[in-house]
């Protein structure tokens, strides 16, 4: 069964760069399916931030296009996820997921998610 | 707001059913056969996913849960209302290949 988790600073001062890595288990990124982020805002819905194939094709939600990087590291069955010049409105649940295997399907298997708070 | 609309909340007695709506466009539910349904216990938990494509369930789901589309609409259906299907419901959707993938803005069920 595959799993995930999620790491990476509980706290980021505003205008500085987000940083989280999705660790997979239970399954090899390399035999397919696009692995992604989603993010939900205390008491608020979700939104999907992007996701990205092993063989490094990304796709991003074109209001955070301008600030968000996916990438993936293959050898360490890993993913992450950069969003720059964050400020509080970025403050959220961030969860990483497994999608399918077309690029518009919505995920199927999600971590458990890790709040990240945007504050000085 | 959300791309997709869905009530805020609805709610129903052990062993009735409820059905929660989720309303596109031609451009996202009205053009595809991708959209998903997820139960949230409690908010900020991992999302479990109840619906697939539309109409299918994936292993392991109770066949209470069902789904079905007609144009924009998508529509969850949760018969046999259980005290443990109160959570809150999200939808999503594939939205073309600019956008991708949208989501509702989650209903909350409530079991009187």
């Known amino acids: 069964q595959v799993q995930l988790q999620e790491s990476g600073p509980g706290l980021v001062k505003p205008s500085e760069t987000l940083s989280l890595t999705c660790t997979v288990s239970g399954y090899s990124m390399t035999s397919g399916y696009y692995w992604g982020w989603i993010r939900q805002p205390p008491g608020k819905g979700l939104e999907w931030i992007g996701n990205i194939f092993h063989s490094g094709t990304t796709y991003y939600n074109p209001s955070l296009k301008s600030r968000v990087t996916i990438s993936v590291d293959t050898s360490n069955n890993q993913f992450s996820l950069k969003l720059s010049s964050v400020t509080a409105t970025d403050t959220a649940v961030y969860y990483c997921?497994?999608?399918?295997?077309?690029?518009?399907?919505?995920?199927?298997?999600w971590g458990q998610g890790t709040l990240v708070t945007v504050t000085s | 707001q959300s791309a997709l609309t869905q009530p805020a909340s609805v709610s129903g007695s052990p062993g009735q059913s409820i059905t929660i709506s989720c309303t596109g466009t031609s451009s996202d539910v009205g053009a595809y056969n991708l959209v998903f349904w997820y139960q949230q216990n409690p908010p900020g938990k991992a999302p479990k996913l109840v619906i697939y494509e539309v109409t299918k369930r994936p292993s392991g789901v109770s066949n209470r849960f069902s789904g079905s589309k007609s144009g924009n609409t998508a529509f969850l259906t949760i018969s046999g209302l259980q005290a443990d299907d109160e959570a809150d419901y999200f939808c999503?959707?594939?939205?073309?290949?600019?956008?991708?993938?949208?989501f509702g803005g989650g209903t909350k069920l409530t079991v009187l």
């Open positions: 999503s959707s594939h939205a073309g290949s600019r956008t991708f993938v949208v």
């Open positions: 997921a497994r999608g399918g295997h077309f690029y518009g399907d919505s995920p199927s298997f």
